[in-house]
């Protein structure tokens, strides 16, 4: 299923201008101009100037009068087009499939990649955060049709459309949202014709009769019932290999033997270089100019075009090859220096050699996301819950680690869950207790190891738990707490459980 992102930058002229001379500051008014004859008119107003009521169009003289100290810089069309194509080979990161808007926008196509981030809730907020926190104001939208995307981020409050939905999203946004002609605007509105919902209604010979085929297929476009392209940037230092087909293909036993002869060509390419790939992108182009999108990422530098290959098997199975595939491309997009090394000698086994797990990595990645292979790190402190964090999982020892006379559970629940427990005494560890709808009796108790919060980290409480390691008449062992006195109220907690 097609999924487009539409990424909308309103003050995209003006934010260039601040991140690439660093002023005026954000609060003072900024604009740009343009000569029209022998009048400068405002082709862009940061959001401080449209606050005190400057706006595109309005005379420089005039703007001057309503703001002193304004800020004039002239227009840089090529710069601001040069710039959002560097954007654009910035948001790969993000998908394989990015190409500029122009003049305020870029198209994501991220079917396909969107789990590596978490969803698509996550993956644009995380480029939304991106974008703005360089200073550019953005605004966002996710449908399956790149038209209705673009309507909802200009005109309506971006976010996500579901699929199948760009109709209702759509029908109530002004006829400005379909990217048509100030002149097709305007006529629309002498007819009454103000949102698209009333231009679907009307019957469409006479329509396209009045306004134009233009206006027929952006609204087509926007509802969906027009297939609309995505050609994806390269950039010009990236290593490509690609395949054109006299006959389309669409066997899955086709496409790996594709896929498996194109890595083996780029990683040639990659050894004349010296580098070694991070992340690599497939690109499908269908017969109907459909396309589709693959991306792999590995945890260190490599070229073995084997190993790559086998990366893009089980994703390989979800491409829709719909009528054919007639053009397969595969981008190494993320690429760092390799240099061989000799590890082994001829009959000398290298025994202090570490085990190599970077192609593990790379295969549970690609299967399950980057987000879910971590390994966990030590961290000092006292509170369970914080010593230990997620770092890469050929990331290098830190040096530190866990206190070896303290016993810990292998598996620690977040967050701890309550249970019912039974003691002899008030301040004496339980003889019974109830988890999860289940009674367990305990045989042996050991404890307690008193815990308090790290108050010097910050204005958090100051907290007591007393753990107990408890051992069941079955065999099983847990990690339990109260976190108060009993005579203060205290609970007890289920916090974990030993192998």
């Given at each position: ?10 003050t ?9 001379f ?5 609060e ?40 002193p ?12 087009h ?56 953005a ?48 006529a ?56 054109a087909?006299?006959?389309?293909i ?5 496409l790996?033997?594709?896929?498996r ?21 497939l ?13 792999v ?22 491409v ?7 053009e ?27 085990v ?7 295969r ?39 206190p ?8 620690l ?5 309550s249970i019912m ?19 367990y ?30 051992e ?14 009993m ?13």
């Amino acid at each position: 299923m097609r999924r487009v992102v539409s990424l909308f930058l309103p003050t995209w002229p003006t934010d260039r201008i601040r991140r690439k001379f660093g002023n005026p500051p954000r609060e003072k008014p900024l604009v740009t101009v343009i000569k029209q004859g022998s009048r400068r008119l405002i082709a862009s107003a940061c959001p401080a100037a449209q606050k005190v009521g400057l706006i595109e169009g309005m005379a420089v003289a005039k703007a001057q009068a309503m703001v002193p100290d304004l800020h004039i810089i002239d227009a840089d069309p090529e710069g601001e087009h040069a710039s959002l194509r560097q954007l654009a080979e910035w948001a790969i990161r993000f998908s394989p499939v990015v190409a500029p808007d122009f003049p305020d926008g870029l198209w994501i196509d991220i079917a396909g990649v969107e789990h590596l981030f978490g969803g698509e809730e996550a993956l644009l907020k995380k480029l939304i955060d991106r974008v703005e926190n360089n200073g550019i104001h953005a605004q966002a939208a996710i449908a399956d049709v790149p038209g209705a995307a673009w309507a909802v981020a200009r005109f309506g409050k971006g976010g996500i459309i579901p699929p199948g939905r760009a109709v209702d999203a759509v029908s109530t946004l002004p006829v400005q949202a379909l990217r048509l002609s100030h002149e097709t605007v305007s006529a629309m509105h002498r007819l009454g014709v103000e949102r698209v919902g009333q231009l679907a209604a009307l019957p469409r010979a006479p329509m396209v009769r009045r306004f134009g085929r233009e206006a027929s297929l952006r609204l087509d476009q926007a509802l969906g019932h027009a297939f609309e392209p995505i050609t994806p940037i390269i950039p010009g230092e990236a290593v490509i290999a690609s395949r054109a087909f006299a006959e389309p293909i669409g066997r899955l036993e086709d496409l790996q033997l594709v896929v498996r002869r194109l890595s083996e060509e780029l990683c040639q390419a990659l050894e004349q270089r010296g580098e070694g790939v991070r992340r690599l992108d497939l690109i499908f182009r269908r017969v109907d100019q459909k396309g589709a999108s693959l991306r792999v990422g590995t945890a260190k530098a490599s070229r073995d075009h084997v190993h790559l290959a086998k990366l893009f098997d089980e994703k390989l199975e979800t491409v829709d090859p719909g009528f054919g595939i007639e053009e397969i491309v595969l981008i190494a997009n993320r690429t760092e220096p390799l240099f061989e090394k000799q590890t082994v000698a001829r009959e000398i086994e290298a025994e202090d050699e570490a085990v190599d797990l970077s192609q593990l990595v790379d295969r549970l990645t690609a299967r399950i996301g980057e987000d879910r292979v971590y390994r966990l790190a030590p961290v000092q402190s006292l509170v369970p819950e914080r010593m230990t964090r997620r770092v890469s999982p050929l990331a290098p020892p830190a040096g530190s680690t866990w206190p070896e006379n303290l016993e810990r559970p292998t598996r620690l629940l977040d967050p701890p869950e309550s249970i019912m427990t039974t003691a002899l005494l008030p301040d004496h560890p339980p003889v019974s207790f109830i988890w999860r709808r289940v009674r367990y009796k305990v045989a042996k108790a050991d404890g307690p190891e008193r815990i308090t919060s790290e108050w010097w980290l910050g204005a958090e409480p100051k907290r007591i738990r007393d753990y107990y390691r408890l051992e069941t008449i079955e065999g099983s062992r847990f990690w339990i707490f109260r976190d108060a006195p009993m005579t203060e109220g205290g609970r007890w907690w289920m916090h974990g459980f030993f192998a």
